[in-house]
């Protein structure tokens, strides 16, 4: 019990922050009479504990997104690194090889362009739900840290989906204020988080779990074990059991 509460905490926890800056990000165009502030306005440097809805210049708006993309970057190759020593199932060892390289990749050409703008991209955050995200995330991969096998298995590939679906629209809505070198990078680099994206979906709807929930790990589709994930699933159980009440003695009335 323990250890999957452990676990529980910081992931829903990043569902919970992720899940405002995602509903920030997409919701202006949906025709609400009172529209969600984009990730712009959320991350205007608030100190007062309430998004901020100060105007910012565009090449302020695609800074602060930019360096949301930095960190991104950087908790994508921090948990791969994690799943290539520590999950089971070769499926994620390949998916997690790509994003160390992938976002590598991307991360190295940001540090380039940050470098001839004069962006510090490592510049602490100071809107109250950037910092809430980013304590989400630190959270969530010390919690990965403890982990191994089939718990880090299913750990580190539930959020994926999600996680590139925000990335998404952080681009997304930095792609409305950028110029230039910024603009290019953005245009480059959205087919690979969206082919990310795919990677994860298609990942998702390869697995399902076992009873035990985290603790039980990803398992096949067709119910076969991913790995040496222990214990079988319901259905599987349910089939024992019957198997063993038809073969079991009867007694005399």
Known sequence: MTRTRGFIGPFSRWF????????????????????????????????????????????????????????????????GKMALDRAQNAE?????TQMVSDHTSADQKLTDLAKRTNLDLNAAPHDPVEQALMSSNEDYKRALRGMSGAQFDAAYVAPQVSMHSLVLKVVDEAQKTASGDAKKYLEETRPVVESHLEHARNLMRGLTFSPSGVGGGPMGAEGAPMG??????????????????????????
């Open 16 to 79: 919970f922050v992720a899940g405002i800056s995602a509903a920030a990000a997409g919701c202006q165009s949906e025709g609400r009479s009172n529209p969600a502030p984009s990730p712009t306005a959320l991350a205007a440097g608030a100190t007062s504990g309430q998004p901020s809805t100060a105007r910012l210049d565009d090449a302020t708006k695609t800074n602060v997104l930019l360096r949301q993309l930095h960190a991104a970057n950087q908790d994508e190759i921090d948990m």
């Open 228 to 253: 040496s994930v222990q214990g079988g699933t319901a259905k599987g159980d349910a089939g024992r059991h019957e198997e063993q009440r038809k073969n079991a003695p009867k007694s005399n009335p």
């Open 92 to 96: 994620l060892k390949r998916f997690a």
